[in-house]
């Protein structure tokens, strides 16, 4: 009997590779059966011990490439938030606008005053009765969980902007972040009252799945786009891709041919209406 083969992930630690995480990955890009068994196999086949979980995702992703780039675009989700940076503020933006297409009212940087101190606020969000404010916390660095740390120092903050009087207060106090939350981090969250939202967590309702339900996919998931051009959309606040198909004009500034243009805009409807 062969051993397990073991991997690296990027946080260092090693686990063994399973087959069914690789196989649910590729189902969420929306490939077909016969690609994703045609991929899982010749991923199988080329593993060996010690293997990192991003040369798996690369190998993966040129297959997914290969035969449709929207499989490609929907299955870098999770890198493409990493693409986001290198400052938070797109992703901040990212978070209000996937809110906004949601149904609330959302702004993003608001100063709110505090019983001590004055707060600025990343995301601010209404709908009805719901009221919410929410800090982002974003990392470039795949390996970075938010530790308890993050939610103690929002959940104070979060309370001193309750204890000043004010007509309408926020009733519900939010942290999210691209990567994941540490274990002491959820229990604190689930204890104090906070809403934690990451990209795995709450299962069910994580970032990843409220991003596949809505088809609100970052800009920054496009395999035609290149860096640049995502920087200069990302800097004119077009930061998902249902923007772009709405403001296609930003494209004419990049000096993009018309047959190239053409070629991303069926691409980016491809990716929110897959």
Known sequence: MEAPIEIVKASGKRAHFSIEKLRNSLQRSGAD?????????????????????????????ALLKKKKTVFASK?????????????????????????????????VGQVFRGKCVTHEVDVVAQKKEQYIVAECKFHSDPSR??????????????RDILAFERKRSPNEGWVVTNTQFTKDAMDYGKCSGLYLLSWDYPKGDALKDRIDRLSLY?????????????????????VLCRQL???????????????????????INAICHS
């Not at 870098?76 to 949601?102: D, H, R, W």
Request: aromatic fraction near 12%; glycine fraction near 4%.
């Open 33 to 61: 059966t016969a690609t994703i068994k045609q991929i899982v196999n010749t991923v199988r086949d080329e593993l060996y011990q010690g293997i990192s979980t991003k040369e798996i995702y690369h190998r993966a992703f």
């Open 145 to 158: 969980k938010c530790d308890v740390k993050v939610p103690l120092y929002i959940h104070s903050r979060y």
């Open 75 to 107: 299955y870098k989700l999770k890198n493409a938030l990493y693409e986001l940076g290198p400052t938070g503020f797109p992703f901040e933006k990212f978070i209000a606008a996937l809110l906004q297409y949601s149904g609330y009212e959302t702004g």
């Open 218 to 238: 970052p800009i920054t998931v496009s395999t035609l786009l290149s860096k640049r051009e995502k920087q200069f959309l990302l800097s004119r606040n077009v």
């Open 245 to 267: 198909i709405q403001d296609d004009f930003y494209l004419d500034h990049l000096g993009i041919s018309e047959n190239r243009k053409a070629r991303i805009l069926e691409d």
